[in-house]
């Protein structure tokens, strides 16, 4: 089955601002099977362990009877004009989705005055190098860090702590 990423225009997100967003999987099982093998899943992962989540889970009820409205044209229509890219993946890693899906995002993005689609993989060194060049590597170490920018990764390393 082809997998799902449902798209928000709006945002409270404090790490990003008001952007548009999409969120991995109609169903929580969906994005828990996207999550499988990080390091994170389970030992402090923002999204499974915070407000992420059960944000998600009220768009992926919602889905069931108005999928449109989380189509990342909707979101785009819906976004605030500040807003110069999207965030995809808040929940969920994107490497589910095959290159050509990641680069539609992009141009749909580009089409409405965005600069373009963040995206961030913990799969950099595997299932998610596909990715690269559209994603950032989500690193654990500065070793994996200089493994990944070695490979042509752009790396961004996880920290322990939130700052305010």
């Known amino acids: 089955m082809k997998p799902t990423i449902l798209w928000v225009g ?3 997100n404090s790490k990003t601002g008001n952007i548009p967003q999409g969120y991995v999987g109609a169903t929580r099982e969906e994005t828990r099977k996207s999550c499988e093998g990080c390091p994170m899943l389970g030992n402090g992962c923002y999204h499974w362990q915070g407000l992420p989540r ?4 009220g768009m992926q009820r919602a889905y069931k009877n108005k999928p449109e409205r989380y189509s990342l044209a909707h979101a785009l229509d819906n976004s605030s004009r500040m807003a110069r890219y999207g965030r995809g993946a808040v929940g969920g890693d994107p490497w589910v989705f095959d ?3 990641v680069i539609g995002w992009t141009d749909q993005a580009k089409a409405k005055g965005l600069k373009g689609i963040l995206l961030y993989t913990h799969f950099a060194a595997d299932k998610g190098a ?5 994603a950032l590597a989500s690193v654990h170490t500065p070793a994996e860090a200089d493994d990944r920018i070695r490979e042509g ?3 961004a390393m996880v920290a322990p702590y939130k700052t305010k």
């Open 130 to 134: 596909h990715l690269k060049g559209l």
């Open 54 to 57: 059960a944000a998600q889970a």
């Open 10 to 12: 709006q945002s409270k």
């Open 153 to 155: 990764w752009r790396a």
């Open 99 to 101: 290159r050509d899906t």
